[in-house]
């Protein structure tokens, strides 16, 4: 059973940055695509940044691209998300996930974390 764990959220002030990381229990994670979405209250989910396998191709949202950049260390297992510029609208739960090809649709991913509270004050 794959498992994703995230860890680094909590509270920051608008401005400043925080630092996710999503480590996944499978040693196959270096064949995997992987992705990170994020939920805030009354929304729906969505995306955020994903990366190649690889780690030669990033693809961001409008809304974080320049503040947020993902980064992967797959001698760890590891995803991260860098995140800098916070901005109270950043505010949500952030999940990482993994999948088979570069893609910015929740369905396109098959395996989830159970997702990190990400809050910015104003």
């Known amino acids: 059973q794959v498992q994703l764990v995230e860890s680094g959220g909590g509270l920051v002030q608008s401005g400043g940055s925080l630092r996710l990381s999503c480590e996944m229990s499978?040693?196959?994670?270096?064949?995997?695509?992987m992705g990170w979405f994020r939920q805030a209250p009354g929304k729906e989910r969505e995306f955020v940044a994903t990366?190649?396998?690889?780690?030669?191709?990033?693809y961001y949202a409008d809304s974080v691209k320049g503040r947020f950049t993902i980064s992967r260390d797959n001698a760890k297992n590891t995803v991260y998300l860098q995140m800098d510029s916070l901005k109270p609208e950043d505010t949500a739960v952030y999940y990482c996930?993994?999948?088979?090809?570069?893609?910015?649709?929740?369905?396109?991913?098959?395996?989830w974390g159970q997702g990190t509270q990400v809050t910015v004050s104003s």
């Open positions: 499978d040693r196959t994670f270096s064949s995997y695509v």
């Open positions: 996930a993994e999948g088979l090809k570069v893609g910015t649709m929740s369905w396109e991913y098959d395996y």
């Open positions: 990366i190649s396998w690889n780690g030669g191709r990033t």
